[in-house]
T-cell receptor, first 112, second 117 residues
Framework: GENVEQHPSTLSVQEGDSAVIKCTYSDSASNYFPWYKQELGKRPQLIIDIRSNVGEKKDQRIAVTLNKTAKHFSLHITETQPEDSAVYFCAASDQAGTALIFGKGTTLSVSS | DAGVTQSPTHLIKTRGQQVTLRCSPKSGHDTVSWYQQALGQGPQFIFQYYEEEERQRGNFPDRFSGHQFPNYSSELNVNALLLGDSALYLC????????????????FGAGSRLTVL
């Protein structure tokens, strides 16, 4: 079935360093790839998304890249800050485009 | 502008009982999806409601059912609760015209945490 693999499961960086989280998806029909940030006890919040007709998108310190041929997409956070500490989830749309298939999440810890 | 609101925030049930969770979508949204998030896992799609009908269903048994009301709010019902149903249940709303934009952009609520003893 449709699947999204996310790596690494945990990531620890020093403040100011960059962080990269990688995901792969199985369904070639997927055309929408959002990233969500979830702080402890809070709702998942959309931080950036990319559609299949775009290879890269950037929003201040956050960027996402998509390689449709390899079925890979990645989240890049530059100049990390302690408030970036959270669980990050990647997701891919299912074949119908209705549902999102989520990865298992990456716990990012930024130490000052 | 209120976002997605869910109730109750926490509840405890025992095996075999039934539970109803409620969701009000973000203002202007007409589509509601429900996701189950087990501890340490990503959310899993349960089903989506639009125009008061279930439009798509994930890999969940018939014990999970839902409803959407004319004001677009929604309920998730789970019958014959099992220990494994303990999870955070997330409601997400979106606009039904997402097909023209190419992306079903979801706004999530804070969830209802269900504990089954």
């Amino acid at each position: 079935g449709e699947n999204v693999e996310q790596h690494p499961s945990t990531l620890s960086v020093q403040e100011g360093d960059s962080a990269v989280i990688k995901c792969t998806y199985s369904d070639s029909a997927s055309n929408y790839f959002p990233w969500y940030k979830q702080e402890l006890g809070k709702r998942p919040q959309l931080i950036i998304d990319i559609r299949s007709n775009v290879g890269e998108k950037k929003d201040q310190r956050i960027a996402v890249t998509l390689n449709k041929t390899a079925k890979h997409f990645s989240l890049h956070i530059t100049e990390t800050q302690p408030e970036d500490s959270a669980v990050y989830f990647c997701a891919a749309s299912d074949q119908a485009g209705t549902a999102l298939i989520f990865g298992k999440g990456t716990t990012l810890s930024v130490s000052s | 502008d209120a976002g997605v609101t869910q109730s109750p925030t926490h509840l405890i049930k025992t095996r075999g009982q039934q539970v109803t969770l409620r969701c009000s979508p973000k203002s202007g949204h007409d589509t509601v999806s429900w996701y189950q998030q087990a501890l340490g896992q990503g959310p899993q799609f349960i089903f989506q409601y639009y125009e008061e009908e279930e439009r798509q269903r994930g890999n969940f048994p018939d014990r999970f059912s839902g409803h959407q009301f004319p004001n677009y709010s929604s309920e998730l019902n789970v019958n014959a609760l099992l220990l494994g149903d303990s999870a955070l249940y997330l409601c997400a709303s979106s606009l039904s015209n997402w097909r023209s934009s190419g992306a079903n952009v979801l706004t999530f609520g804070a969830g209802s945490r269900l504990t089954v003893l």
